[in-house]
C-alpha cells in the first residue's frame, strides 16, 4: 500500500536554529515527490517537486532533497515567518493522484 | 485575484441538510480534485476530474456527489449531512501532467 509519513510532527525551534523535516514513502514507483506549505487558514503552497533520487531543490532557507526512500526538508537559520505546517506528497506512476502526509507543525520562536 | 476561488469559506449546518461547495479556477486547468482535511489524518482525495465528461471517485467518495459545470468550475454536493462530515475541504487543480498544483483556501464546514 502506497504511504507517506512526516516526521516530527511537530517542532519548535529558536531563531537561527537550523533543522530538517522528514518524509518517509512507500510506492510501487515514484512519479514525483512535492514538498508544499500550509499557513493557518489558507490552503497548501506549492514549494517543491522532486522526481529522482539524489535530486535536490533549494528556495531562500528551504532545500529538499530526495533518495529512494525518503526525502528532507532543510531548513537554514529559520525565521519566525517560516512557522507553518509543511506537507509532503508523494505521485505513484500511472497515477494521477497524490498521497498525502499529516505534515510537520513547525514553530520559529523569535 | 485568487487562482482558485472557493466559496464559502466557512459554513454551519445541521445533520440532514443538502450543502454544496463550489470552486471556480482562472488556472485553465483541466483537471480539478476535492480533498478534505482532518486533523491527524492529511489530505484524502474524494473526488477528482480531468475533463467535463470525466469524473472519478477518489479514496473516500461515500457521501459526497461532485459535478463538472465547466472547465474552470466544479462544486461538491453532501446531499445529506452528517456531523463526522465535518473537516476542511479543499479544491485543488492541475496541469495535465498533474505537476503544477494550485489549491483554494478551504472551506471549513460544521455540521451540528
Known amino acids: 500500500e502506497d504511504q507517506v509519513t512526516q516526521s516530527p510532527e511537530a517542532l519548535r525551534l529558536q531563531e537561527g536554529e537550523s533543522s530538517s523535516l522528514n518524509c518517509s514513502y512507500t510506492?510501487?514507483?515514484?512519479?514525483?515527490l512535492f514538498w508544499y506549505r500550509q499557513d493557518p487558514g489558507k490552503g497548501p503552497e506549492f514549494l517543491f517537486t522532486l522526481y529522482s533520487a539524489g535530486e535536490e531543490k533549494e528556495k531562500e532557507r528551504l532545500k529538499a532533497t530526495l533518495t529512494k526512500k525518503e526525502s528532507f526538508l532543510h531548513i537554514t537559520a529559520p525565521k519566525p515567518e517560516d512557522s507553518a505546517t509543511y506537507l509532503c506528497a508523494v505521485q505513484a506512476s500511472g497515477t494521477y493522484k497524490y498521497i498525502f502526509g499529516t505534515g510537520t507543525r513547525l514553530k520559529v520562536l523569535a | 485575484d485568487a487562482d482558485v476561488t472557493q466559496t464559502p469559506r466557512n459554513r454551519i449546518t445541521k445533520t440532514g441538510k443538502r450543502i454544496m461547495l463550489e470552486c471556480s479556477q482562472t488556472k485553465g486547468h483541466d483537471r480539478m480534485y476535492w480533498y478534505r482535511q482532518d486533523p491527524g489524518l492529511g489530505l484524502r482525495l474524494i473526488y477528482y476530474s480531468f475533463d467535463v465528461k470525466d469524473i472519478n471517485k477518489g479514496e473516500i467518495s461515500d457521501g459526497y456527489s461532485v459535478s463538472r459545470q465547466a472547465q474552470a468550475k466544479f462544486s461538491l454536493s453532501l446531499e445529506s449531512a452528517i456531523p463526522n462530515q465535518t473537516a476542511l475541504y479543499f479544491c485543488?487543480?492541475?496541469?495535465?501532467?498533474?505537476?503544477?498544483?494550485?489549491f483554494g483556501d478551504g472551506t471549513r464546514l460544521s455540521i451540528l
Open positions: 485543488a487543480t492541475s496541469d495535465l501532467q498533474g505537476r503544477d498544483v494550485h
Open positions: 510506492v510501487s514507483g515514484l512519479r514525483g
